[in-house]
């Protein structure tokens, strides 16, 4: 049984930043694609960024290149998704993914809020 525990969100200022993290079980996420989708309030969920097995691929939406960056722990499982220069439009639950390939992923995590007061 696979599962994908988020954490790391929270209510930040807006200019501020967050880092999610997104541990993994039961599965080793070495071979994997990891993603991170948001779903704001009132709107269908959206990719974030993606990172291959070996963090030599990585894809960003363009509302967040340069502010967001997705890293890899494979050693412990993990990806991250460092937040700066958040804004309101930041604002959502954000969830972390697996899968062989972007954009196809399997197995989805169960979310994190992360808010953006202005």
């Known amino acids: 049984q696979v599962q994908l525990v988020e954490s790391g969100g929270g209510l930040v200022q807006a200019g501020g930043s967050l880092r999610l993290s997104c541990a993994a079980s039961g599965r080793t996420l070495r071979t994997y694609t990891m993603g991170w989708f948001r779903q704001a309030p009132g709107k269908e969920r959206e990719f974030v960024a993606a990172i291959n097995w070996s963090g030599s691929s990585i894809d960003y939406a363009n509302s967040v290149k340069g502010r967001f960056t997705i890293s890899r722990d494979n050693g412990r499982n993990t990806v991250y998704l460092q937040m700066n220069s958040l804004n309101a439009e930041d604002t959502a639950v954000y969830y972390c993914?697996?899968?062989?390939?972007?954009?196809?992923?399997?197995?989805w995590g169960q979310g994190t809020q992360v808010t953006v007061s202005s």
């Open positions: 993914a697996t899968g062989r390939r972007h954009p196809n992923y399997d197995y």
